[in-house]
């Protein structure tokens, strides 16, 4: 054991530490970004409305990922699987026990929640690259057991499952999509709020304590153990929550759509978002949905190969990710306003 | 003057749209969103990235089939404006890229997007939005469903057709053979399974005494192979993609088994598979085909043939001419144009499907010499046939007659 705890000492911080106050946005910015986020649906063809619905799911996910990396500095590469948890469960209760969509979000959240605490009992004794490895395995294995032949009667094997869209409750005078969308939005600000409430709160200090050190925040009196499962259950019920709101949103479920490149898309898009800022989440997700579109526009037979060049450029240019764009930002308006 | 001219602009413009809309400007032509008198919008979704990256020659093949026509003056005087996007096979992804193309692009049709998931994924949408979704690239058979989705269409013989056609064989020749298959786990390998069992019927569960699957990103077979010999089984059913069908080839003889080997069409290449194989270990292997391998010296002479080679000198220099998937895509291409000329002036989405639905007898160049095109407002599986084949020397021998076989969905 004294071997681990030296090596734990002398390893350099594996994610960098963020103090708190930097980790959100400022009120006057947060309500403009909100008021963005509500008015332009009105304005825009359903197609996009369903691309802005995807940017919130996604952004909900690499947020999820962001608790867990950026919060209490723990990785994972297995982000995915939790995803596809939230999905299928929210696609076998609303399509095979005709459960209304709403009530499977809770459902899924709960579930995950259990799993990503499950999962994080083992992983306490790993950290770092191995911890990364370990939740990678995770990750190649959810999509072959969601193959499973005993499985398949609510699953739908390899053929997925079809999800109905919802339409807008009460009469509302709105398209599905336009209805999906700002459900989707208070889902998303909710989680968002509660977030930042929760990295502000105790357990959010007690997370960033063992992120920073783990012997100084066990000398603090703080259960390692404990605060490392949860953070591994918060950030798997938020990302099954996201997971189920794609699936409503994507009205279909397979095993194909949940496999590794899904989890280092979160993967990326948190890191382009900037590790440990929450409003980066937005950021990172409209960087994993677009960029592909971009690359492919340029070269359709080497979109791949444009899209590395594309990811090295931004992560050589701002290292830090959107929260650096960010920064230097308010930094440049600070300069302004004093003038 | 200034405020008159403005009037006189204003007022022009307005005759001019008012006889640009009226209908008998138009020669009595009718459009749906995506056509008009000089251009048809083709949609396309294919996996130029990703784990089924090898497909996208498909989408290739294509583009470069209708620059073709278009050089050649387009379909009564409209040009293919042809968009092909990438969905990396996942299909949240091509869900993003139909819904682009239906209602950013706003194209007539979305034309041979591949891959069961992907085209399951999108069916729903496509049917509710009444834009066809026409020879989707994929041999799953529920394409085949008229009544529930009127507005999707297949293209190739089924893998469940084509597992049923070597069940009646196997009934026939070896009605108490033993059988060991070998598929690999997804939908595909699960549907020939399916088709093999219900071919068989009642004697499915004696006749087949070995099952093993295969993942895709499995490095070799081999262990799987030894395990069926060990069934005592003497017929194999041999379900796999190019690269594992030549490593099964090569085992099964290495390791001195010698069943009847039935190997599924979709690796019957002869330039990827069985080449690679060993010609002494491919003889007297049974399959079954409905295109012309560009590999098989038999066709060297053939018509259609020479028109592809032609077809891939000017448009396409750079294609493998191995691949037997740049024989699909030309081929379905030429589907394709078969429907719109059929179509004539009236380029709306229900006379597209209409005009799908009425294919009678349609032959092409690639196609086997007696295999035919057939579709009708009960049948959207268009090509359903195919012929036994079984390797001998250096190239396929076609026995028997060309078999038809449907399965609805």
């Given at each position: 054991m004294s071997a681990a705890v030296e090596e734990v000492v002398t390893e350099a911080p594996a994610v960098e530490a963020v103090p708190k106050r930097a980790m959100t946005l400022g009120t006057g910015t947060s309500l403009t970004v909100l008021a963005l986020l509500v008015v332009a649906p009105l304005f825009v063809k359903n197609f996009i409305i369903f691309q802005m619905t995807m940017l919130l799911v996604y952004g909900l996910a690499v947020l999820a990922l962001n608790i867990l990396t950026g919060g209490s500095g723990q990785f994972s590469l297995g982000q995915s699987a939790f995803y596809a948890i939230g999905a299928y469960t929210s696609a076998i209760l609303m399509e095979q026990y005709n459960v209304n969509y709403v009530l499977t979000l809770p459902v899924s959240g709960a579930l995950c929640f259990a799993a990503g605490f499950l999962f994080g009992q083992p992983a306490l004794r790993l950290s770092g690259v191995y911890l990364a490895l370990a939740t990678f395995a995770l990750a190649t294995a959810m999509p072959q057991l969601l193959k499973l032949n005993f499985l398949e009667p609510w699953t739908g094997g390899v053929q997925g499952l079809v999800v109905t869209k919802p339409d807008a409750p009460f009469?509302?005078?709105?398209s599905q999509d336009m209805w999906l969308y700002y459900f989707t939005l208070v889902i998303t600000i909710a989680i968002y709020i509660a977030s930042v409430n929760l990295l502000r709160s105790r357990s959010g200090r007690a997370f960033m304590a063992i992120r920073d050190n783990e012997i100084a925040a066990s000398a603090m009196g703080i259960d390692v153990a404990l605060y490392k499962t949860l953070a591994f259950g918060v950030s798997a019920g938020i990302t099954g929550v996201a997971g189920s709101l794609g699936a409503i949103v994507v009205q279909f479920v397979a095993p194909d759509s949940y496999t590794i490149t899904l989890a280092i898309a979160l993967f990326l898009g948190m890191v382009v978002g900037g590790?440990?800022?929450?409003?980066?989440s937005i950021v990172g997700s409209a960087f994993i949905i677009f960029v592909p579109n971009i690359a492919e526009s340029i070269s359709k037979g080497l979109s791949g190969a444009v899209f590395g060049v594309l990811l090295f450029l931004v992560i050589f240019a701002v290292p830090h990710g959107a929260r650096q764009v960010a920064i230097v930002c308010q930094q440049a308006l600070a300069k302004y306003k004093r003038r | 003057m200034p405020a008159f001219e403005w009037r006189w602009a204003a007022f022009s413009a307005a005759v001019a749209i008012a006889v640009a809309m009226s209908p008998g400007a138009l020669a009595q032509s009718k459009y749906d969103t995506g056509a008009s008198d000089t251009e048809i919008k083709i949609g396309n979704i294919m996996p130029?990235?990703?784990?089924?990256?090898?497909?996208g020659v498909i989408g290739r093949t294509e583009a470069a089939y209708f620059n073709k026509i278009n050089a050649e003056g387009g379909i009564n005087g409209r040009k293919i404006n042809f968009i092909s996007y990438d969905d990396g096979y996942s299909p949240p992804k091509t869900v993003e890229q139909a819904r682009k193309l239906v209602e950013s692009d706003e194209v007539l049709l979305i034309f041979n997007s591949l891959g069961t998931p992907p085209n399951s994924a999108i069916q729903k949408y496509m049917n509710a939005k009444k834009v066809p979704q026409l020879f989707v690239a994929t041999g799953a058979t529920k394409w085949n469903d008229p009544k529930d989705f009127p507005w999707t269409m297949g293209w190739q013989p089924n893998y469940q057709s084509e597992s049923r056609i070597y069940a009646k064989y196997m009934l026939k020749n070896h009605p108490s053979g033993k059988i060991a298959v070998l598929y690999q786990n997804d939908d595909y390998g699960k549907d020939y399974l399916k088709g093999l069992k219900d071919g068989l019927g009642a004697k499915a569960s004696s006749m087949i005494v070995a099952e093993e699957s295969y993942e895709t990103t499995e490095p070799t077979i081999d262990s799987h192979i030894v395990t069926l010999k060990a069934s005592g089984a003497d017929i194999f059913f041999n379900v796999t993609t190019p690269k594992f069908a030549a490593q099964a080839i090569r085992k099964v003889a290495e390791i001195g088994w010698k069943p009847v080997h039935f190997l599924n069409?979709?690796?019957?290449?002869i330039g990827s598979v069985m080449k690679p194989a060993g010609f002494e270990n491919d003889q007297g292997i049974i399959s079954s085909a409905y295109l012309k391998d560009p590999t098989d010296p038999q066709w060297k002479d053939d018509a259609g043939m020479k028109e592809w080679n032609a077809f891939l000198d000017k448009y396409?220099?750079?294609?493998?001419?191995?691949?037997i998937n740049v024989v699909y895509g030309y081929t379905v291409a030429q589907g394709l144009v078969h429907v719109l000329k059929a179509c004539g002036n009236d380029l709306t989405r229900a006379n597209v499907m209409k005009q799908a639905a009425n294919i009678r007898d349609l032959e092409l160049g690639m196609f086997l010499p007696g295999v035919k095109v057939n579709t009708s407002p009960t049948d959207f599986a268009p090509i359903s046939q195919l012929q036994l084949e079984r390797f001998k020397g250096d190239s396929w021998e076609r026995f028997g007659d060309v078999i038809s076989s449907d399965v609805g969905g």
């Open positions: 009469g509302l005078p709105m590790v440990g800022w929450l409003p980066g | 130029y990235s990703g784990p089924a990256s090898a497909y069409n979709v690796s019957v290449s396409f220099p750079d294609a493998n001419r191995s691949d």
